[in-house]
Structures are given as structure tokens and as C-alpha cells.
């Protein structure tokens, strides 16, 4: 199995990049672009075969090291 | 007096931490791997020195805020030890959720290097009793990702409980309320982007930062 992870700054909290890749998009021409949001993706492989075990397992280690809820959100997605 | 300073890789100010533990202490600190899973015995101060541990994967401080010898500081910590983090040691800090909040990248998006005056916002705390009467004190910020964040009602907690120790005075992160420094309730956990350990000698250009390991080592 996969496991696919986005993280992201929570809304609220100010994302200084996100905001340089809008200004720069704007730049170069793409106006109707008015707000962005850096994140990132962490893809897993994972031995076993219960996604919804899975899922529960990758969430534990969400919250444990992959993000910081302070500042971040997560979603998981499992994939076989 | 024993104190401590930990090492992981990519630390580049333990040996900065280490001169000003010794020149305070009169004795050089045990320098601690990150490995180990126990602090030495009778160790009364540790430091996490500034850096970029574990090369800033996926968060500043993320992976040494879980390495066996961390998970034995938060546990000493919690029950009084005194721990100080500076740059990369505050973030370690938070990581570790010792200390409140997150470091972010920079609100400028640009590295942040130059002597930073800041003001003494607490000089009651055991880590600025020192100072006496002095506000302005000017120590080294060097730092990608310094911009303090903290929900409001964490923030409205920390100014309420006297926990913010320094702001800066021209705010060179974004910091939310100017925060440069803070500590943890009890008093024993503190954290600060900017650097004391580089402002000990005249040579450094300065000596502000003195009074800050002399305070707190005076402390115990």
C-alpha cells in the first residue's frame, strides 16, 4: 500500500512563500491568480493490507513528526 | 558546576555554547552526541546550540526534537532542569513542545544576518536577572526561519505570565508581537532566536550576552 500525504499551513497562518509564488505568477503575466499556498507531499510505502488500519497508523505519525499542528494541517489518502 | 551541551549534526554553535558555559562555569561543559539516550548524571544546565540539525528536513528541529537524548531532556526538563535553546536549539524547543509555538520561515523570505537590538521584557526571569536595570541589548541574529507564530490566546497567555523575556526591537522575522525570546511557565525552559553565546567576548564585538548564562547558571 501507498500512502499519500499533504501538508499545508493552516488558513490563517501567513505563508510568506505562498505569497512570493503568487506575486511572481502575477508577474509573469497569470492576473487571475490571487492567492497561493505552499505545502508539501510525503508519499509512503507501507507493508500490510487494512487500509483503514493504515490509515490510522499514518495519522498517529502525523502527529507525531510529519506535521506540526501548530502551524500545519494533514490529510491522509491511502491507495493500494 | 556541571552543565551540558548537545550536539547533533549540523550543530555549528556548540563550541560558541561551550565557551560561554565555560567562561561563566570555569569548567568546560560535557559535550553531549545526540545519540546518547540519557544525560550525564549531576548535569544541572543544558543548552541546545544553535544550527541546522539534520540539515532543517521537513521542519527546523523536527528531527532532533526526536532523538533519544531529547526525549531524556523533555522529561528532565519537565521536572526543572534547566534547558536553553538559541536559533536552531528554540526551535528544537517548540518542536519538542517544551515551549510554545512555531518558528517559520522568515516574513522577508530572506536569511537574517546582523547584530539585532532587543528589549529586556522580563527582568525578573531567571534568565535576565542579571541585568539589572538594563533594557537595550543588542546579540547576533542569524536565521532563515525565525518569524515567531503562536495563536492569539497562546500569545495573550505568554505576555500575561511575564513568558516573553525579549522582543526585538525592529522586528527582522515577522515575529508575532515582536517576540524574540521566551520562556516556559515554571520558569526553567527558554528559547531565543538570536544569539548570546556570540556576544561574550569583546572581540564578538559586544558582551550583552553574559549576563544572560549568568544569570541563569547564578539560578541554580
Given at each position: 500500500m501507498k500512502a499519500i500525504i499533504h501538508i499545508g499551513l493552516k488558513p490563517g497562518v501567513l505563508d510568506p512563500q505562498g505569497r512570493a509564488i503568487s506575486r511572481s505568477l502575477n508577474d509573469l503575466?497569470?492576473?487571475?491568480?490571487t492567492k497561493a499556498r505552499q505545502g508539501k507531499v510525503i508519499e509512503l510505502d507501507l507493508n500490510g493490507d487494512d487500509p483503514a488500519a493504515a490509515e490510522a497508523r499514518v495519522t498517529d505519525m502525523c502527529e507525531k513528526l510529519l506535521a506540526n499542528t501548530v502551524i500545519e494541517s494533514y490529510k491522509v489518502e491511502i491507495e493500494d | 558546576m556541571k552543565t551540558a551541551v548537545i550536539t547533533f549534526p549540523?550543530?555549528?554553535c556548540n563550541r560558541d555554547a561551550a565557551m560561554a558555559l565555560e567562561k561563566v562555569t570555569g569548567e568546560k561543559p560535557l559535550m553531549v552526541w545526540h545519540r546518547e539516550s540519557e544525560l550525564p548524571e549531576g548535569v544541572q544546565f543544558v543548552v541546545l546550540p544553535g544550527g541546522f540539525s539534520y540539515?532543517?528536513?521537513?521542519?527546523?528541529?523536527a528531527m532532533a526534537s526526536r532523538s533519544p537524548i531529547v526525549k531524556d531532556l523533555v522529561e528532565k526538563a519537565n521536572k526543572g532542569l534547566a534547558v536553553a535553546g538559541f536559533c536552531n536549539g528554540f526551535q528544537v524547543l517548540t518542536e519538542s513542545g517544551l515551549l510554545p509555538g512555531a518558528l517559520m520561515r522568515n516574513k522577508g523570505l530572506k536569511f537574517v544576518c546582523r547584530p539585532e537590538k532587543l528589549k529586556?521584557?522580563?527582568?525578573?526571569?531567571r534568565f535576565t536577572s542579571k541585568y539589572g536595570t538594563t533594557t537595550d541589548v543588542t546579540f547576533p541574529v542569524a536565521h532563515h526561519d525565525g518569524n515567531y507564530f503562536a495563536d492569539d490566546e497562546t500569545l495573550n497567555k505568554l505576555e500575561k505570565q511575564g513568558q516573553v523575556i525579549f522582543r526585538y526591537a525592529d522586528n527582522p522575522n515577522g515575529s508575532a508581537r515582536d517576540i524574540a525570546g521566551i520562556c516556559n511557565e515554571a520558569g526553567n525552559v527558554f528559547g531565543m532566536m538570536p544569539h548570546p553565546e556570540r556576544a561574550i567576548d569583546p572581540l564578538h564585538g559586544g558582551t550583552d550576552g553574559l549576563n544572560l548564562f549568568k544569570s541563569i547558571i547564578e539560578s541554580i
Open positions: 503575466g497569470f492576473e487571475e491568480v | 549540523a550543530s555549528n540539515g532543517d528536513y521537513l521542519r527546523c528541529g529586556i521584557t522580563n527582568s525578573n526571569s
